[in-house]
């Protein structure tokens, strides 16, 4: 009796404890290196979709990370085939369970925590901005 005591206790510690895995699947550096398109934006708690350019009905405006630490925006304003690109850099930290996401580009330095990164999704949180603004990517238009 007193051993199927102890593997129930046992089975009800492992059941009962939160795994820090569930966490580490929110934030998977693999995933960043590729397009991104805008969805919206959440800013003191409202989420705003993200219209990109209203007037071009096929405009999907994307951030792409490349694996060399390059950034390019893609701004397409009138459904035409070559986008507006604007080049910059980005790097990235993983320090004390926290990654962090630094981006230059057209002269302005934007530093995101990353609250998402999935196959599907990509979650920033920047930092320092009040009111508090959290950018949501999809990797499908």
């Given at each position: 009796?007193?051993?199927?005591?102890?593997?129930?206790?046992?089975?009800?510690c492992l059941?009962?404890?939160?795994s820090?895995?569930?966490?580490a699947?929110?934030?998977?550096?693999?995933?960043?290196?590729?397009?991104?398109?805008?969805?919206?934006?959440?800013?003191?708690?409202?989420?705003?979709?993200y219209?990109g350019?209203?007037?071009a009905?096929?405009?999907?405006?994307f951030?792409?990370?490349?694996?060399?630490?390059?950034?390019?925006k893609?701004d397409?304003?009138?459904?035409?085939n070559?986008?507006?690109?604007?080049?910059g850099?980005?790097?990235?930290?993983?320090?004390?369970g926290?990654?962090?996401?630094?981006?230059?580009?057209?002269?302005?330095?934007?530093?995101?925590?990353?609250i998402?990164?999935?196959a599907?999704?990509?979650?920033?949180?920047?930092v320092?901005?009040n009111p508090?603004?959290?950018?949501?990517?999809?990797?499908?238009?």
């Amino acid at each position: 009796m007193k051993k199927l005591f102890g593997l129930g206790l046992a089975l009800l510690c492992l059941t009962a404890c939160s795994s820090d895995d569930d966490n580490a699947s929110a934030v998977n550096l693999d995933n960043l290196t590729k397009k991104w398109y805008n969805i919206s934006y959440t800013v003191a708690g409202q989420t705003v979709p993200y219209d990109g350019n209203p007037a071009a009905a096929c405009g999907k405006d994307f951030t792409q990370f490349e694996a060399n630490g390059v950034l390019r925006k893609s701004d397409i304003t009138d459904c035409q085939n070559d986008a507006v690109v604007t080049t910059g850099t980005y790097a990235y930290a993983n320090e004390d369970g926290t990654t962090t996401l630094s981006t230059a580009i057209g002269g302005t330095t934007t530093a995101y925590k990353v609250i998402k990164l999935n196959a599907d999704e990509l979650q920033l949180e920047r930092v320092n901005s009040n009111p508090l603004t959290i950018e949501v990517y999809k990797s499908t238009p």
